[in-house]
């Protein structure tokens, strides 16, 4: 089966850290251009990341560039996002998703607050 799983999602006080994992299955994802989507209540999905395949380019929003690290492990055919400096406005749910596809996990909640 095809799917994206993702993990890593918590509280954290602002300033604080975390690390989400999108474990995927059914493909080989280093073979895809991948992306981190987050959704914060009440607004429309919001491009956090990309990494592309092959190469693994990667490009970021400006809102989390400085702070977010998009990577992946082949070898566990898992993508990551590192957030470092998290600030209240990155609460959000982040999932991964396949890009040029309907492809995507169901998400990890990440809350951001004192």
């Known amino acids: 089966e095809v799917q994206l799983v993702e993990s890593g999602g918590g509280m954290v006080q602002p300033g604080g850290s975390l690390r989400l994992s999108c474990a995927a299955s059914?493909?080989?994802?280093?073979?895809?251009?991948m992306r981190w989507v987050r959704q914060a209540p009440g607004k429309g999905p919001e491009w956090v990341s990309t990494i592309t395949f092959g190469r693994g380019y990667t490009t970021y929003a400006d809102a989390v560039k400085g702070r977010f690290t998009i990577s992946r492990d082949n070898a566990k055919n898992t993508l990551y996002l590192q957030m470092n400096s998290l600030k209240p406005e990155d609460t959000a749910l982040y999932y991964c998703?396949?890009?040029?596809?309907?492809?995507r996990g169901q998400g990890t909640q990440v809350t951001v607050s004192s």
């Open positions: 059914g493909f080989t994802l280093s073979n895809y251009d």
């Open positions: 998703a396949r890009v040029t596809s309907q492809l």
